[in-house]
């Protein structure tokens, strides 16, 4: 999925739904069946995107696919959510999401268990690695993930625009000098 979708971008004027169909013409069942399972990551932040939308566009995906594969009923209500309001680059900029979290997921299976298991106990740790991957235009799905994975610490938001003004409205409020980093400088006005 990576050699067909992110290291061989489509600039061409057509839509994204037919660009990535030409991409994943003639990939294996398993490629395109990541591919549906991207997209379907993708949404989970979006709220203001209709689950109509959210579907038709993993349904067409799949449908690409030479072996049947269904969406389970389980995961089919996440069609329905979504953690907040995604904006416009969101979804002007879908092909730099999707890039960015499939290179989020190429980069985890470079590293160790044990250092898997390190971010994943450690938020901070895997907002700074997740801060790593490089990314152009996928801030909203960076913050998504993070929230997505540590809905505790990081907060259903991905403007940042919207934490800097959280932070000057409710920072006066801290007894201490708050961090310059946004999300580490709402956790301690949350604390």
């Known amino acids: 999925l990576r050699t067909r979708f992110n290291l061989a971008p489509d600039e061409s004027a057509a839509s994204f739904e037919d660009k990535f169909e030409r991409q994943l013409k003639g990939a294996p069942a398993a490629t ?28 067409r995906i799949i449908s690409w696919c030479p072996e049947p594969v269904t969406i389970p009923d389980t995961l089919q209500l996440a069609f329905d959510t979504g953690v907040c309001n995604t904006g416009q680059a969101f979804k002007m900029y879908r092909p730099h999401q999707l890039w960015f979290l499939i290179d989020t997921v190429h980069a985890w299976k470079e590293l160790s268990a044990d250092r898997q298991t390190e971010l ?10 997740v801060e790593s991957i490089p990314q152009k235009a996928a801030y909203t799905q960076r913050q998504g993930l993070l929230h997505l994975l540590f809905p505790d610490v990081f907060e259903d938001m991905v403007s940042r625009q919207h934490k800097g003004l959280i932070v000057a409205a409710l920072g006066s409020e801290s007894t201490a000098p708050l961090p310059t980093d946004p999300d580490r400088a709402l956790s301690q006005i949350r604390e």
């Open 32 to 59: 395109i069946q990541l591919a549906a399972e991207v997209v379907f990551v993708h949404f989970l932040i979006a709220r203001d995107i209709g689950a109509p939308a959210k579907r038709h566009l993993v349904d």
């Open 120 to 129: 994943l106990g450690d938020p901070w740790a895997m907002k700074d690695w």
